[in-house]
T-cell receptor, first 116, second 115 residues
Framework: AQKVTQAQTEISVVEKEDVTLDCVYE???????LFWYKQPPSGELVFLIR??????QNEISGRYSWNFQKSTSSFNFTITASQVVDSAVYFC?????????????FGKGITLSVRP | NAGVTQTPKFRILKIGQSMTLQCTQD?????MYWYRQDPGMGLKLIYY???????DKGEVPNGYNVSRSTTEDFPLRLELAAPSQTSVYFC??????????????FGPGTRLTVL
């Protein structure tokens, strides 16, 4: 069985602050994929990043960065210099590459509020 | 490309009524999925399909049915609506995960209320 835990439920910051969203996962598979999705107030789900289990390199994309550590089964997401437009619910998700069972398991999401 | 489209966007049903949530994708994806999102609970998989004519249950299939007659369409059927099915429903699609997993593309969602 696989599981994703997002222990933080709600985070509130002031604009320009840095914020880190935590994600801890559980799986017995050695090949797996981790994802982050953003759900803004409009409701759609927006794909942010995918990382496979063999690539532990951290990734930076503009103000976004991701820290993948297999030793602690974590895939944390940091927003630098947050902006009001970053206000959304952020989901971490896990998938194992096991053929027809390659389904996404989502965490419960973290609601991020960025105040001006 | 329109991506993944869903209709309707909103719907109110009475207990016991039935309805079909439509989902269409124009990306020629093999895999399609239906999720429901309840407040504070993330997304849970209802059903998925690995190709036309092939469907399988997800985590929470009870009370729902699906069919996949074409690559493009993956409708979700509620036969006897119950208040517990009040939720936001998302359809998604992806390439074949066996060839190197690709992200799932989501539709805009259908907000369903059962009274």
């Amino acid at each position: 069985a696989q599981k994703v835990t997002q222990a933080q439920t709600e985070i509130s910051v002031v604009e320009k602050e840095d914020v880190t969203l935590d994600c801890v996962y559980e799986t017995r598979d050695t090949t797996y994929y981790l994802f982050w999705y953003k759900q803004p107030p409009s409701g759609e789900l927006v794909f942010l990043i995918r990382r496979n289990s063999f690539d532990e390199q951290n990734e930076i994309s503009g103000r976004y960065s991701w820290n993948f550590q297999k030793s602690t089964s974590s895939f944390n997401f940091t927003i630098t210099a947050s902006q009001v437009v970053d206000s959304a619910v952020y989901f971490c998700a896990l998938s194992t590459n096991t053929g027809a069972n390659s389904k996404l398991t989502f965490g419960k999401g973290i609601t991020l509020s960025v105040r001006p | 490309n329109a991506g993944v489209t869903q209709t309707p966007k909103f719907r109110i049903l009475k207990i016991g009524q039935s309805m079909t949530l439509q989902c269409t994708q124009d990306m020629n994806h093999n895999y399609m999925y239906w999720y429901r999102q309840d407040p504070g609970m993330g997304l849970k998989l209802i059903y998925y399909s690995v190709g036309a004519g092939i469907t399988d249950k997800g985590e929470v299939p009870n009370g729902y049915n699906v069919s996949r007659s074409t690559t493009e369409d993956f409708p979700l059927r509620l036969e006897l609506a119950a208040p517990s099915q009040t939720s936001v429903y998302f359809c998604a699609s992806s390439w074949d995960p066996n060839r190197g997993f690709n992200e799932q593309f989501f539709g805009p969602g259908t907000r369903l209320t059962v009274l």
